[in-house]
Each structure stands twice: as C-alpha cells, then as structure tokens.
C-alpha cells in the first residue's frame, strides 16, 4: 500500500474511536462497540521501536541530538496520554472524565502535536531543515551493516511512525473534544491537512534513497568462480508454500556457483495492512543434473536490475545464461496487501536489458559468499548481480510491505 494510504488509514481508524470517552461518561457504549474501538486504538498504539531502531544510526550527530532535544518532552507527554486512553475501563467513567480533564489542561497535548509539526515540517530555527531532510542526510551515507533495512524502507518506516505518534495526539484530542461538545469537524480537517503537507514535503527527501540492499562485509567468505573447472547451476529455488523469498546468497555447490533463498513465514499486520515476519530460514536446491552451464560460454555478468511486476513478491530465484551473460531470474507471486494471501497467478521474470549493465568475469573473478538478508524482513521486490570490487556479489530490492508498487519511484504513488 502506498504510504500516503496507510496515512489515511492511521485517520480513518483515530476518527472512529473519537466517541469512546464520551459514551463510557454517560454509559451509552455497547461491550462489542467498546472492544472493537479499543482494538482500533491499540493497532495505532506505536511503542516507538521503529523510530528508535531508525534513530540508531544517526544518534551520534550532533544535530539529531538536538533533534530529539526539541521533541523529547511532546513525545513524553503523548505516550503517557495515549497509555491512559487506551487502558480505560469500559465502567471507568471518573477516570474517563480526569483524562478528559488532562488531555485540555495548558492544551499539552496541542502544543505537543504543534512542536512536532513545526519539526517535519522544517519551521524549527533550532533544526536548520525538516525530520525527513535531516533524516534523510543522515541515512545516506551510513553502510548497509548499519541498516536494517535499504535506505528509503528505513526512511518511510520512520515517516509513518511519526504521523503514528501524531494520530495519538490526535486521538486523545478528539476524544476529549467530543466529550466536552468542541469542534470536532475542524479537527478533523487539521489533522488530514497535516498529514497531507508533512508527506508531500517529505517526499523528495525520501524519494532519492533507493530500495537496494547488500552485504558490504568483505572477508574470507568468496570462492573463485571463473575458471576452467567452474559452471553455474541453474537449478531454481523456490519457497515452501505459505513462504516468501527475503534474501539471496550465492554459494559454491561441488565445480558450480549457484544461489539459495532466505524464506519466511508471511504473517498479516491489521493496522498497515500489510505482510510482516518473523525469522527466516535458508534453502537450497541439492538437485544435481544437467541444469547448468560452463561459465566460459558466458564470459560476463549482467547487472542490470530485475524487477517483478506491481502487486507480486519473489517467491524464488536462478541463475541462468543470458547471451553471453550470467543472469539472475526471479520467480513472483501475487498477493492481496490487505490479507497477505499468495497467489494463485505465478511467473518467472527474466532480468531485462542489455547495455550498459555488464562486466567481465575477468575483472571479479571470485565469488562473494556473504549472505543479503535484511535485519528487519520484507518482501522482495527485485535483484541483481554485480562487481564488488574483484567479486560477483548479490543485491536485493527490498518492497518495504508498506507500498503496492516496487517499480514506482514515488513513495506517494
């Protein structure tokens, strides 16, 4: 789903729970009403685990640092509000009331949410630039093992958590706005039109990050694969059935390079309508049989980018022989973003293009054996073989699970 969608998500379900204060004061609300809002509001509830995973890459600067000054006390005082709101009895009419009471008191929870939004959208004297461009800045030039995910997944994930913590704010305000017969309706409109200008100005930001992952470890883990005695197994790996492909490597199987496959286990998220994981295991195909080729017949390896089509994850990959090239194919399947079901339609995607993305064995003749797997799983989206310095090594393109189309280059799309 794209990320301006999951926003307006994040709203649709803060403007349902806008009366559960309200109706437990005056005992109007049914159990099944209560339970289902409660739920709404706990699939908002955001422990701050993204943001902070995503701020250790950069707390070091000194300029986050003043970053996390200017927002520590909003971010405080809208966890502590939220955790109350959320934890109400449905019979806690007194406690309903004192938060209401709370939530109004020196309008913190206003200021909160203005001292935020002044920060993204980069109208803080003392930031010198937006979140998202003082984010952004900061990700770029940080090296992969210091990731948990490609750039822009990383850089999107921290966007959304922060238009999360908002929707607290916005969550406790409504309620409390409706239990006290405030303007409800202008509200509303603040917090779509917030949203709106914070993700449009973010988006050149995040927009010129890219997707690609690799491994930038350099070690004794390589092998030399081009030479006299060496081939390529072309044999596939495919995941198991209720399993998704989430990281490459290349090995060394007998007198051939060959490729296996990270799997996991899909698991459906209700809030970003979206496909996370939990742990990965690695296969391989063990197959030995006439599915390969002798690498001097493809005296060169091609780096172009293979993509899958809109809507699919990779569900397996090969190598296989393109002209005179060593190429990497992948095998995709549909799934619905908002159930995470596979399937049915499947294909195989053989890399596109010609010039300019090749090199020549003889300039990377080892094989790099490190393994690419993100910290933070997801989808796969595409991949592609290239030099990496005297080696072929493996790169993946990571779907975020927060967006329908790994081909678009606009997170907004």
């Given amino acids: 789903m794209a990320a301006i969608g999951i926003a307006f998500g994040i709203i649709d379900r803060t403007f349902k729970a806008i009366k559960l204060v309200n109706s437990i004061i005056d005992g109007s609300i049914k159990r099944e009403a209560f339970e289902e809002i409660k739920s709404d509001l706990a699939d908002i509830k955001q422990d701050l685990n993204r ?9 070091g600067e000194v300029k986050w640092g003043q970053v996390v000054t200017v927002l520590a006390d909003s971010i405080n005082t809208l966890e502590f509000l939220y955790n109350r709101l959320i934890n109400l009895d449905i019979n806690d009419k007194e406690g309903a009331k004192k938060l209401v009471d709370d939530v109004l008191l020196q309008d913190k929870v206003r200021e909160s949410l203005f001292t935020i939004h002044t920060a993204m959208m980069g109208d803080n004297p003392a930031l010198g630039g937006s979140i998202m461009e003082l984010f952004s800045e900061k990700v770029s030039p940080v090296g992969y093992e210091s990731l948990p995910q490609s750039r822009k997944c ?11 913590l908002q929707a607290k704010g916005y969550a406790l305000l409504l309620n409390a706005y409706e239990a006290s017969e405030r303007d409800v309706a202008t509200l509303k409109e603040e917090m779509k039109s917030r949203f709106k200008s914070q993700i449009e100005l973010s988006k050149p930001y995040v927009n010129k990050l890219t997707y690609d992952f690799e491994n930038v470890a350099w070690g004794e883990d390589y092998f030399e694969w081009y030479a006299d005695d060496h081939y390529a197994d072309t044999n596939a790996v495919v995941a198991d059935d209720d399993k998704v492909v989430v990281g490459l490597q290349l090995y060394k199987k ?22 996370m994981f939990s742990g990965s295991e690695w296969k391989e195909n063990q197959d030995w049989n006439g599915n390969y080729f002798n690498l001097k017949d493809a005296g060169f390896v091609d780096t172009n980018v293979n993509i899958i089509p809109v809507n699919t994850i990779v569900k397996g990959a090969a190598l296989y022989q393109k002209g005179n090239r060593l190429g990497i194919k992948l095998f995709w399947t549909l799934i619905d973003p908002k159930t995470g079901k596979l399937g049915p339609t499947t294909g195989w995607n053989d890399t596109p293009g010609w010039d300019p993305g090749f090199f020549s064995g003889k300039d990377a003749k080892f094989c790099d054996t490190h393994s690419v ?31 329908e189309d790994p081909n678009s280059t606009d997170f907004t799309d």
């Fill in 373 to 403: 797997v993100p910290s933070t799983l997801s989808c796969m989206s595409g991949a592609a073989l290239y030099q990496k310095d005297n080696r072929i090594g493996v790169k993946i393109y990571s779907l975020s699970c927060r967006y």
């Fill in 254 to 275: 007998g007198n051939r390079i060959a490729l296996k496959i990270a799997q996991a286990v899909t698991e459906f998220s209700k809030l970003d309508e979206i496909v």
């Fill in 51 to 59: 943001i902070q995973n995503s701020l250790k890459v950069v707390l």
């Fill in 154 to 164: 990383v850089a999107v994930d921290f966007l959304l958590s922060m238009l999360e």
